[in-house]
Structures are given as C-alpha cells and as structure tokens.
T-cell receptor, first 112, second 112 residues
Framework: LAKTTQPISMDSYEGQEVNITCSHNNIATNDYITWYQQFPSQGPRFIIQGYKTKVTNEVASLFIPADRKSSTLSLPRVSLSDTAVYYCLVGDHAGNNRKLIWGLGTSLAVNP | GAVVSQHPSWVICKSGTSVKIECRSLDFQATTMFWYRQFPKQSLMLMATSNEGSKATYEQGVEKDKFLINHASLTLSTLTVTSAHPEDSSFYIC????????FGPGTRLLVL
C-alpha cells in the first residue's frame, strides 16, 4: 500500500486559494488518489478523486502530474468553514485491496 | 447520493457491558463496509473489513471476539463492542464502499 506525505499544518485567510500537496512516490498503477475533509467529531467527507491530469468538481480541483508521484488539492477562495483536516490517500478502490492507509493529514486553519 | 448513517451518534455505558453500533448505506448497496477507530488528535485506524454474507477481516491487533462485526445485508453492518472497558472509549467510524469509501458521521463511545 502506498504511503503519503503531506504537510502537518497550513494557515490561510478567507478568500485565498489554498493548495495542499501530497507526495506518494510508491503509487501503484491501479491506485487512485482521493482526498477527504474531516471536521472534529465527524466522519471524513469525500472531496475529490482522480487518477491522472486534472479533475475538478464544485468544491475543489485535483492536479496530478504525469508521473503521479504527487498530487495537489486546490481549494478556491476558502472560507472559515473550510478549517478542517484534509487527508490524501492512495489506493485501488475497485480492486481486491481496497484498504486505505490514513496518515495524519493536513490541518488547515482559515483565518478571518 | 452516497449517504451513510450511524446509530447511535454517541453512547455512554458502564464497564463490562456490550454496545452495538449500526452502520447503514441509505441510498446505495455496499458489499463491503469498513470500521475505523479514531483517538483524539490522531488519524483513522482501520479495525476491520466487513463483507456482506461472510466473516469480517480484522486488522492485526484487533480482537475479533471483542469487536463483533455482522454484515447481514447490503445496507447494514453492525459493530458490537463486547465487555467494554474504559480503554475502548473512542470515536468509531464506518464507511461503505461504492466507487470510493463514503463515511458515516461517527459514534462517540464513552465507557465509564
């Protein structure tokens, strides 16, 4: 299972764009990259998932370079309610090995 | 879509009693569900993988006789903490597998 490395914490201000980069040097061919958001005392919430290039949805964008050894979650114009822990995970969701290894995540603090 | 519920959201029990936590996928069927435990300021720890109609697969170090898992239908998995002790106090989170894992809101267990 691929391990991921991401910054422990980040600070930002309301209205700014936030980019959180995750390293996953040992990503396997079948692995997808998934990002989750977690607020205190709540279950993680799915944000976005991708395999390569760029994926965009209504809340975020995910940039994946050609070698797939890293990925960047981009949150446009953050607000105070985006203060949370963000987890980057890699894994083969459709295959037999569906387990995901959770790191410590990135604690994002959005300031007024 | 892809909503997962948990019941109860919190529970307080006496040491030595058993507690059952339910995890339901509300708008989709899930052959596979996962149970996690999360301690304060820590990441999610996978406890077991629950497969509909078969025995659960437990992670190393997780006692299967203490944490009983039953996945009786495609929309329901239950986790029973038997003979609970104070060290079992934690935040228990389930997820259901669709194209990715969708998480429940979690259950806070406090054993006195």
């Amino acid at each position: 299972l691929a391990k991921t490395t991401q910054p422990i914490s980040m600070d930002s201000y309301e209205g700014q764009e936030v980019n959180i980069t995750c390293s996953h040097n040992n990503i396997a061919t079948n692995d997808y990259i998934t990002w989750y958001q977690q607020f205190p005392s709540q279950g993680p919430r799915f944000i976005i998932q991708g395999y390569k290039t760029k994926v965009t949805n209504e809340v975020a964008s995910l940039f994946i370079p050609a070698d797939r050894k890293s990925s960047t979650l981009s949150l446009p114009r953050v607000s105070l309610s985006d203060t949370a822990v963000y987890y980057c995970l890699v894994g083969d969701h459709a295959g037999n090995n569906r387990k995901l290894i959770w790191g410590l995540g990135t604690s994002l603090a959005v300031n007024p | 879509g892809a909503v997962v519920s948990q019941h109860p959201s919190w529970v307080i029990c006496k040491s030595g009693t058993s507690v059952k936590i339910e995890c339901r996928s509300l708008d989709f069927q899930a052959t596979t569900m996962f149970w996690y435990r999360q301690f304060p300021k820590q990441s999610l720890m996978l406890m077991a993988t629950s497969n509909e109609g078969s025995k659960a697969t437990y992670e190393q170090g997780v006692e299967k006789d203490k944490f009983l898992i039953n996945h009786a239908s495609l929309t329901l998995s239950t986790l029973t903490v038997t003979s609970a002790h104070p060290e079992d106090s934690s935040f228990y989170i389930c997820s259901a597998l669709a194209q990715t894992q969708y998480f429940g809101p979690g259950t806070r267990l406090l054993v006195l």
